[in-house]
């Protein structure tokens, strides 16, 4: 399949500068985004399995939920994250496998994990319900995808014009993130026996980026 840009969604094109912005940009926030995150991934990310899925892990804002000595198989495309999602790792004391590939075609077996994670990753993978195709995928039937994930404000509102009026912009410093995905919608109908999501908004200065869901899918 082809996108409009002529590239399929298996493809990911690493860009020298804003590759590196951005995995200095989270390694350098990560800590204020979490702060604003922390009593939601506390909840969705309690009890996480070992070995664990994470897509799109950047520079490994999710090591702190990851019990000590677990496994992590970390999908994450982007080289540019890899060398301190692997210091991060260490720190942690989490042992780590990065899978240098896209969510929309992970390289692991039907039914081969029990639990898949992202956070803010959905709003940036060119095909989000490919990659939920591919969760579903991975994950044995029972299985659970919890996420925390950035949306679209509701229509009419102002968080959701600043949302339009700075796509161009946002897309382009944060790698082709857009702050106007409806992920619950996507997430809803990707086929998962059951889905158990909330909203909720953040009070951060990037304005775009402050209305989020966390939840949990079943396999
Ligand atoms: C906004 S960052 C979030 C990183 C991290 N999850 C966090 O919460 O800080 C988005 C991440 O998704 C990765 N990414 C982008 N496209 C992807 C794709 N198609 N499949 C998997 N990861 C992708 C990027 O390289 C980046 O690390």
Redesign the pocket.
């Known amino acids: 399949m082809s996108t409009s840009r002529g590239r399929t969604?298996e493809q990911?094109d690493a860009h020298r500068v804003r590759g590196r912005f951005?995995s200095a940009f989270?390694w350098v926030m990560?800590g204020y985004?979490n702060w604003h995150m922390r009593k939601r991934k506390a909840d969705v990310f309690a009890d996480l399995p070992s070995p664990l899925v994470?897509?799109?892990?950047?520079?490994g804002?999710?090591m702190r939920y990851l019990p000590q000595n677990s496994h992590l198989i970390a999908?994450?495309?982007?080289p540019y994250?890899h060398t301190r999602l692997r210091r991060a790792a260490r720190a942690a004391g989490v042992s780590l496998e990065i899978r240098g590939v896209?969510?929309?075609r992970i390289d692991l077996p039907d039914a081969s994990a029990d639990a898949v994670i992202?956070?803010?990753?959905l709003?940036?993978?060119?095909n989000p319900d490919l990659?939920l195709a591919e969760v579903r995928r991975v994950l044995r039937p029972g299985g659970r995808f919890s996420f925390t994930e950035h949306v679209a404000a509701k229509r009419g509102t102002p968080t959701r014009w600043v949302q339009r009026l700075l796509r161009r912009p946002w897309a382009w410093i944060?790698?082709?993130?857009s702050c106007e995905r409806d992920l619950e919608h996507v997430i809803r109908t990707a086929g998962f026996s059951a889905v158990d999501l909330d909203h909720y908004r953040i009070h951060s200065p990037f304005l775009p980026f402050n209305t989020h869901i966390a939840g949990t899918a079943v396999a």
């Open positions: 969604p990911f951005n989270f990560g985004i994470e897509l799109g892990s950047g520079v804002a999710n999908v994450e495309p982007n994250m896209v969510a929309e992202s956070s803010l990753v709003c940036t993978v060119r990659v944060f790698e082709g993130c």
